[in-house]
């Protein structure tokens, strides 16, 4: 007969969530969990980037007005990089806030990863981040709003000089650089990015990552002027070209002339904008959160790894060195903008396609929700005048795009959370892809 201690064993604890299979569709609660445990750093990091975007803003629209006009529209772009820069390193803050409550962190630091330096991490996204950025065209917001800071800031000026039918540089500050100093400023930056991507490449020193987007900010913007200037030089010529006059007359009847032209042409002008804000977006702001986790890709092998088509890459990587470069000369900003997406999006469907589709319905839900309820806390506040709200809505707008911020930056982290601890459940772990 055997002995009893009287002791009880302890219960036995039950799985944590991150050692159970997490659902697709708890992604909503996840996010909120998420925002509710990193709310105050999320808070304070979108706060201070919005601190410094007013300031370079406003900076901008004071040092374009004065003597050595050139000089001064290059300081202007020179802000405009630092404000698209501002912005990368607040969406890297902020994604990397929420590190520490990810349940696939918590699992690589069991597995004794090292968890990475912000700066570090900052450096090493900076390029890639660039790359999206500038490809998906986001850098149009940040010009518009240069744009319209100015209006705001020189209203009496302009309406003056309009009111007495004068000239006006209110407004101009990124469209009249010279074409010639935009060409010399668009070599320097040209030779700037090289050398900082070979050093990014060879692994020299620190923060040559942020100096080469940095440098590939400013290649856009300062060649911006000479690109249109030589552009519609070229535009102007080749429309008195003969073989393009007879184009243009084929194009015009064949949208008179063939059925369904131009429903399908008005069907697709109309919704391809929308399907691109419901599902490209957070695809591409997905991709910019798993550079900030570890599990970005922008290779075409990755894509195609285990399929047919890898077969082609391993002709084109065996085929002759010309034939590479000017396959990479073809395609390049196609890839730039969708591979780094279509590598995304293959991780989201590895956990299933319902993890994509909340990640968009949420995605869109948050920024529609954001715009209804500003709109409704106007009309609940009222105002006898209008123009009362040219300042109420400043702090009206701030507080809608911190709730909206933190919410999609919590939503892009849970999705990443779970399709990454799914993936690992499975046993095949992102870091491995």
Known sequence: MSGSTGVMAPPQPGPTPAQRMPSPYSLPLHALRLAGRCALPLILWFAAGELARFALLYGATEVAYGDFRQVRLVAVMTLLTLIVLSALTVATGMLYTLRSALWEMRARAADGVQDEHFYRMLDRVAPAFAVLYLAWGFQTEDARDVYQMD??????????????????????????????????????????????????????????????????????????????????????????????????????????????????????????????????????????????????????????????????????????????????????????????????????????????????????????????????VITLVGSREEWVWAYQEAPVSFLREMIVTVLTMALLAAAYDIAATRARLKGEPLTDV
């Open 151 to 376: 209006i705001a800031h020189h209203f009496y000026d302009l309406t003056g000089a309009g009111w007495f039918g004068e000239g006006t540089d209110v407004g101009r500050g990124l469209i009249d650089l010279d074409w010639r100093v935009s060409l010399g400023a668009m070599a320097v930056t040209f030779g700037l990015k090289m050398l900082f991507a070979k050093f990014v490449e060879k692994n020299k020193g620190k923060f040559y990552g942020v100096l080469g987007a940095l440098s590939e900010f400013a290649f856009v913007f300062y060649g911006l002027n000479a690109t249109v200037a030589i552009g519609t030089a070229r535009s102007e010529w080749m429309s008195h070209r003969n073989v393009v006059a007879n184009t243009q007359e084929v194009w015009t009847e064949a949208r008179k002339s063939v059925p369904l032209w131009e429903a399908v042409a008005s069907w697709f002008g109309e919704y391809w904008p929308l399907i691109l804000s419901a599902v490209a977006v957070p695809l591409a702001w997905l991709t910019v959160a798993m550079l900030v986790f570890g599990a970005y890709s922008d290779e075409t092998r990755t894509l195609v790894k285990g399929t047919r088509l890898e077969k082609g890459v391993d002709r084109l990587e065996g085929s002759h060195d010309l034939t590479q470069r000017s396959f990479d000369q073809l395609t390049g900003g196609f890839r730039d903008r969708w591979l780094p997406l279509a590598n995304s999006l293959r991780i989201v469907f590895r956990s299933g396609f319902p993890l994509f589709g909340m990640l968009c319905l949420c995605y869109v839900s948050i920024k529609v929700a954001g715009d209804y309820a500003q709109r409704a």
